[in-house]
């Protein structure tokens, strides 16, 4: 099983980036995905969420509005279109892939919002 973030980098405030995850080794479209936060010092903070067939999907209160979770099951690809990006939200960024019992991580990028 393989997740593959990329996209990440470094950003003015105010400015846009969408991150992906590439998976493979299991059937992605029976899996919910995940994206998840950690920023320098802090725990991990959930940021969001969507279905396997991607209709349904959630975001944490600190990124509404702002961040757009979608899903490409043709392609086993799950994106975060980041747009008005602010300080705080500098992180490491992990999807994840979850079924029941099963819970695959990647291994991570990194966003840097500062001027």
């Known amino acids: 099983v393989y997740l593959v973030e990329s996209g990440g980098g470094l950003v003015q405030p105010g400015g846009s980036l969408r991150l992906s995850c590439a998976a493979s080794?299991?059937?992605?479209?029976?899996?919910?995905m995940s994206w998840v936060r950690q920023a320098p010092g802090k725990g991990l903070e959930w940021v969001s969420f969507?279905?396997?067939?991607?209709?349904?999907?959630n975001y944490a209160d600190s990124v509404k509005g702002r961040f757009t979770i979608s899903r490409d099951n043709a392609k086993n690809t799950v994106y975060l279109q980041m747009n008005s990006l602010k300080p705080e939200d500098t992180a490491v960024y992990y999807c994840?892939?979850?079924?029941?019992?099963?819970?695959?991580w990647g291994q991570g990028t990194q966003v840097t919002v500062s001027s």
């Open positions: 994840n892939a979850v079924r029941g019992f099963n819970l695959y």
């Open positions: 969507i279905n396997g067939g991607g209709a349904t999907t």
């Open positions: 080794g299991f059937t992605f479209n029976t899996y919910a």
